[in-house]
């Protein structure tokens, strides 16, 4: 068995293990089939001078536009084709860790295998790259499909500016207190397009998490884990409002009153 980039580096081989972590819950719900789903996390803060010098494993490969805060940055990414359930198996051999060129607009893979990043790499590394730029301390963006959000994503009423929201903070209170921005909505856009990328990038300036109508979920997180907890709460909401209409009502959900007393005793930002 050749050597890892793990060997010997117990905080790296902790952040891959969470990753692994989240890739095996996203598809023990029925989150991610075949190879639904992408994970890319920033693992700079764990590369020390060992890993600056590795050489690559890979040709130079352009990012498709150039991302000037991510000079130098490094990321685990999963890799295009591979499923979340091997993923969580074995990350090492279903994803790679890449090391972003100074032109800012390229990248080599490092580590450990020539595996090729996942052909979304571009509209999450322009979410990082703006990560970065703001200073949000988030390192993670996952993307997978949750199967009661995007059923709602099918019923155009849901889709209006803070709709789902409501709805989703409303069937319990959990959801509000750790999903406290709430879920934006990205009307459908051809997957892996720029206009999906981009508008998804513009509606994350407001929202940690969201919903591709028709598609899936994108979301950011200061951790993979992170990133995770939020798709798992709205998800949790959308399915107490599907089963209260799988019984033949509509849920009342919490007040407007209740949620703002939410607000206040929890201290959060809507």
């Not at 991302?67 to 990350?91: E, S, V």
């Not at 890449?98 to 590394?125: G, M, N």
């Amino acid at each position: 068995m050749g050597k890892s980039i793990l060997d010997g580096r117990q905080a790296l081989r902790k952040e891959i293990d969470k990753i692994a972590e989240v890739a095996g819950y996203l598809w023990q719900n029925g989150w991610a089939e075949r190879n639904g789903g992408n994970i890319t996390v920033n693992i700079t803060e764990f590369v020390d001078d060992a890993i600056k010098a590795l050489p690559a494993i890979s040709e130079v490969k352009p990012i498709g536009e150039t991302l000037p805060h991510l000079q130098g940055q490094y990321f685990f990414c999963k890799g295009t084709g591979k499923r979340m359930r091997d993923l969580a198996r074995w990350p090492m051999d279903n994803g790679s860790v890449i090391r972003i060129l100074d032109d800012c607009a390229s990248y080599v893979i490092i580590a450990d295998h020539a595996v090729q990043p996942t052909s979304e790499l571009p509209s999450h590394l322009a979410v990082h790259d703006r990560q970065i730029e703001l200073g949000s301390g988030y390192k993670a963006t996952v993307h997978t499909h949750p199967i009661e959000l995007v059923a709602m994503s099918h019923n155009n009423h849901f889709l209006g500016k803070d709709v789902l929201t409501k709805i989703l903070w409303s069937m319990i209170p959990e959801t509000k207190a750790f999903c406290p921005l709430g879920l934006g909505v990205v009307p459908y856009q051809l997957p892996g397009s720029v206009k999906l990328a981009h508008d998804t990038l513009s509606e994350l300036e407001d929202y940690d998490v969201v919903l591709w109508e028709k598609h899936g979920v994108f979301a950011k997180g200061t951790d993979v884990m992170d990133a995770f907890d939020q798709i798992d709460v709205l998800s949790k909401s959308a399915k107490i409002y599907l089963d209260c209409k799988a019984m033949g009502y509509e849920p009342t959900g919490m007040s407007d009153e209740q949620m703002a007393e939410m607000s206040r005793a929890f201290n959060l930002p809507r």
